[in-house]
Nanobody
Framework: QVQLVESGGGSVQAGGSLRLSCVAS????????MGWFRQAPGKEREGVAA????????IYGDSVKGRFTISRDNSKNTLYLQMNSLKPEDTAMYYC????????????????????WGQGTQVTVSS
């Protein structure tokens, strides 16, 4: 059973930075998409960024391009999301998710295509 555990959320002022981590375990296959999603109260879940474990360019949502960077450390089975120049509108619960896929690309949408989800980590950005 795939398990995903996020960490690194917190409260920060606008313009600040945070790095989220997602430790993955229980995979029975080696090629998949991994992504970050977020959901603010009263809003739909939004794809933030995703990448393929086999390589290729990550794909970002328009609202975070140029500010967020997704990366993966294969030796630690860990996915990261470096978030810079944070804005109050980035406030949300952030989730790590994955789905089996042989080849890239891996867009972080639609969210319902992703099969396994972590429990989420809260990010709050104050103005």
């Amino acid at each position: 059973q795939v398990q995903l555990v996020e960490s690194g959320g917190g409260s920060v002022q606008a313009g600040g930075s945070l790095r989220l981590s997602c430790v993955a375990s229980g995979y029975s296959y080696s090629r998949y998409c991994m992504g970050w999603f977020r959901q603010a109260p009263g809003k739909e879940r939004e794809g933030v960024a995703a990448l393929h474990t086999g390589g290729g360019s990550p794909i970002y949502g328009d609202s975070v391009k140029g500010r967020f960077t997704i990366s993966r450390d294969n030796s630690k089975n860990t996915l990261y999301l470096q978030m810079n120049s944070l804005k109050p509108e980035d406030t949300a619960m952030y989730y790590c998710a994955t789905k089996k896929q042989a080849w890239p690309p891996c867009p972080p949408w639609p969210a319902q295509d992703y099969n396994y989800w972590g429990q989420g980590t809260q990010v709050t950005v104050s103005s």
